[in-house]
C-alpha cells in the first residue's frame, strides 16, 4: 500500500462527491476494470496529495487539469507533485479537462496504452 496522510481520507471522501464534468465522464470510462481490466480508484490520498484517479497495478496517476492548472504557480506546484509520486515510482499522466470532454476516445486509447505498456501487455485483447 502506498503511503498517505491519514487526514486526507475525508477531504477525498468529500471530493468523491464534487467531482468536476471531466473526472465524471472519465470516471464512467475507467471504472469498474474497463481498461484492461485493471481497477482504477478516484480522488485517491496518496502521500500528501489527492489524486484524481489511480491504478495501483499500473502504478499510474491520472490527474485532469482546468485551467487554473496552466498558470505559472499552479504548473510549479503540479510539478513538484509529480516528483515526489514519481519518486514512489508512480507515472503521471495529465490531461486537461477540454480533453476528456471534446477527445474522450484519443484520452482512452492513451491510458490503455500506458496500461498496458506498465504491466508488460502490449497486445490488446
Do not use: S
Not at 477525498?12 to 473526472?23: H, N, P, S, W
Not at 478516484?42 to 496529495?49: E, G, H, Y
Not at 499510474?60 to 504548473?75: K, N, P, R, S, Y
Amino acid at each position: 500500500m502506498d503511503p498517505y496522510n491519514p487526514k486526507l481520507k475525508n477531504n477525498a471522501r468529500k471530493l468523491r462527491g464534487q467531482m468536476t464534468d471531466a473526472e465524471q465522464v472519465l470516471w464512467h470510462h475507467i471504472r469498474r476494470k474497463q481498461i484492461a481490466e485493471v481497477q482504477f480508484y478516484r480522488q485517491k490520498p496518496l502521500l500528501n496529495f489527492i489524486v484524481d484517479f489511480y491504478c495501483p497495478a499500473a502504478r499510474l496517476v491520472i490527474e485532469l487539469d482546468g485551467g487554473q492548472h496552466f498558470e505559472a504557480t499552479a504548473q510549479t506546484k503540479d510539478n513538484a507533485r509529480d516528483v515526489a509520486l514519481g519518486a514512489l515510482g508512480l507515472m503521471v499522466l495529465r490531461f486537461d479537462n477540454r480533453q476528456v470532454l471534446l477527445e474522450m476516445q484519443a484520452v482512452l486509447v492513451e491510458i490503455d496504452r500506458v496500461v498496458r505498456e506498465r504491466l508488460g501487455v502490449l497486445n490488446p485483447p
